[in-house]
């Protein structure tokens, strides 16, 4: 059983900061790479973020390259996602998402397991 847990969302005003965590455990999972996805009410799943393990290939959407920066945890299954100059754009429950064998980073039906997501809201 591997549970994938999402922290640190939260409300903020435009052009502040917040740095969100995600860890999966379980006890013979070691992912090869870990994503963050968003999705605001009504709108389509979107992707944000990705990395794959000791951070040899990163990948941001056009929508928050230059804003946000994804990097590994100390420990394998483990990843953050901080995030500066935020848009009320940006508001949206993010997800974290693992996977052992992901071709192609955006796609979320490459990842295995996911977690419950974590709420952001950013105000004007």
């Known amino acids: 059983q591997v549970q994938v847990a999402e922290s640190g969302g939260g409300s903020v005003q435009a052009g502040g900061s917040l740095r969100l965590s995600c860890a999966a455990s379980g006890t013979t999972f070691s992912s090869r790479i870990m994503a963050w996805f968003r999705q605001a009410p009504g709108e389509e799943q979107e992707f944000v973020a990705a990395?794959?393990?000791?951070?040899?290939?990163?990948y941001y959407s056009d929508a928050v390259k230059g804003r946000f920066t994804i990097s590994n945890g100390n420990a394998r299954n483990t990843v953050y996602l901080q995030m500066n100059s935020l848009k009320p754009e940006d508001t949206a429950r993010y997800y974290c998402?693992?996977?052992?064998?992901?071709?192609?980073?955006?796609?979320?039906?490459?990842?295995?397991?996911w977690g419950q997501g974590t709420q952001v809201t950013v105000s004007s």
């Open positions: 998402a693992a996977g052992t064998i992901v071709d192609q980073a955006p796609n979320p039906d490459e990842y295995d397991y």
């Open positions: 990395i794959s393990w000791k951070g040899g290939n990163i």
